[in-house]
């Protein structure tokens, strides 16, 4: 049945019979789901022929299983509106849906009412702090456990990833335990792959935004797990997830050391290739960015090719090029990787990221990145020759932070020392005495 072919009088007949014995509300309910598939029209035409109250009065605890079912499953698909989110909102059935999750309810009404609070928590703010208001969290936390289908277990995992992206939301979750049995989400012998796999890395790169959260995921022992999810057999999506958690769980040294040591940097690399998506590099480019504040780490970054991978993603049709940037920047630290960045041609792509244009942070890593190379005297003049002399001078103006600053006037310092073409260009502008 399409809804474009269903007149608004025909809606509302339809919708005078959900007070008919559950037998007739069941074909009826059924009618209306068919009707709302087709797209938003249809999904609008159905909410204003006033379909939203009666089906939310079918979501109580003692209205018949499957009754219950297929009224959370049009619920769910009604919320994919944004307007109809906000309708069903203001309706109250957001208590009623919460109290289908407990466990007296049918699995089958668990995972079609987990679903329908996914998609109200995904249009707005508002509608997560009414869904974690009502007590959702702590009643899709319990979903999470043994006694649960997977396919419940899914369900919750992908309710509390939207969840998860408020302060307020991430504590509550970690708080109610919901953690460690998402980890187990991500293990090989999870079923419903790579689906399960998909919801609880999304979720758990959510709340490992967190610092409390992180220390939380990686004693659940997430590392290990999470790197494997980083291998080619994995689709892109879950390779992006993984690099998602991974990221922040390398923000301290303890969680960037296991990362490393658990092999994620290879994989990482690999990642950065031109077979992966653009979403992918750009995850993955994160996370290398912590982990080569190690010294260790940046020299398995180097010895693993990442180097002219980086260097290819330093290129203003890449979304990755700040963060790119930022990890050269980190590796130059030490001067033979410097030595290998300037080899593999990292210097004419930095010096754009030098201009005005760019935002402030990649300023500071090209300039960064640019005062390590400056300190090896066979680099100084390609740097020089590559044109950076002139942006460099534009950094030091009132207009650039402060660390921008510094770094581009100690990068021409030591073009002053180690290039002479540099060192008279340097001196024609008056910006620093040569020595």
Avoid: W
Avoid at 16 to 26: H, K
């Amino acid at each position: 049945m399409a809804a474009a072919a269903l007149p608004l009088g025909d809606l509302k007949k339809l919708l005078c019979r959900l007070d008919e014995q559950p037998e007739q509300v069941l074909g009826t309910l059924h009618a209306l789901c068919d009707a709302a598939y087709p797209g938003a029209d249809s999904l609008a035409v159905i909410a204003a022929a006033g379909a939203i109250p009666p089906v939310v009065k079918l979501l109580g605890r003692d209205t018949p299983s499957k009754v219950q079912h297929e009224a959370a499953e049009l619920m769910a698909v009604l919320a994919t509106h944004p307007d109809n989110a906000s309708s069903i909102t203001a309706s109250g059935a957001i208590p009623r849906l919460v109290q289908l999750l407990g466990p007296s309810s049918a699995a089958e009404v668990q995972v079609t009412t987990a679903g329908a609070l996914n998609n109200l928590a995904m249009h707005g703010a508002g509608n997560a702090a009414s869904i974690t208001g009502a007590g959702a969290i702590p009643a899709l936390a319990l979903l999470l456990g043994p006694g649960s289908s997977d396919n419940v277990r899914f369900s919750a995992t992908s309710a509390l990833a939207f969840l998860a992206n408020t302060e307020e939301g991430a504590l509550a979750i970690a708080a109610a335990g919901a953690i460690p049995p998402m980890v187990q989400m991500l293990g090989p012998d999870a079923r419903l792959q790579p689906l399960a796999q998909l919801a609880a890395a999304g979720t758990l790169a959510n709340l490992a935004a967190h610092h409390d959260n992180a220390d939380i995921i990686s004693d659940a022992s997430a590392i290990p797990l999470l790197v494997q999810l980083l291998a080619p057999a994995s689709p892109p999506d879950v390779q992006d997830a993984a690099a998602g958690v991974l990221t922040h769980l390398a923000n301290n040294d303890e969680g960037a050391a296991e990362i490393a040591a658990a092999g994620a940097i290879p994989l990482l690399v690999g990642l950065l290739g031109s077979a992966s998506p653009a979403m992918v590099h750009k995850h993955a480019v994160a996370a290398l960015a912590n982990l080569a504040c190690n010294e260790e780490s940046a020299v398995i970054i180097a010895a693993a090719g990442g180097i002219p991978q980086l260097v290819r993603l330093l290129g203003p049709a890449s979304p990755a090029e700040r963060v790119a940037a930022n990890v050269l920047h980190n590796l130059a630290v030490d001067n033979e990787i410097a030595a290998i960045i300037a080899a593999a041609g990292a210097i004419p792509r930095l010096v754009p990221l030098l201009g005005a244009d760019s935002p402030s942070d990649v300023q500071e890593s090209a300039a960064g990145a640019m005062m390590c190379l400056a300190q090896i005297p066979a680099v100084a003049a390609t740097i020089a020759a590559a044109g950076a002399t002139p942006p460099l001078l534009q950094l030091l103006g009132p207009g650039s932070s402060a660390e921008a600053q510094q770094a581009a006037a100690a990068t021409l310092l030591f073009l002053s020392s180690n290039s002479a073409d540099s060192r008279a260009e340097i001196a024609a502008a008056g910006s620093v005495t040569a020595s």
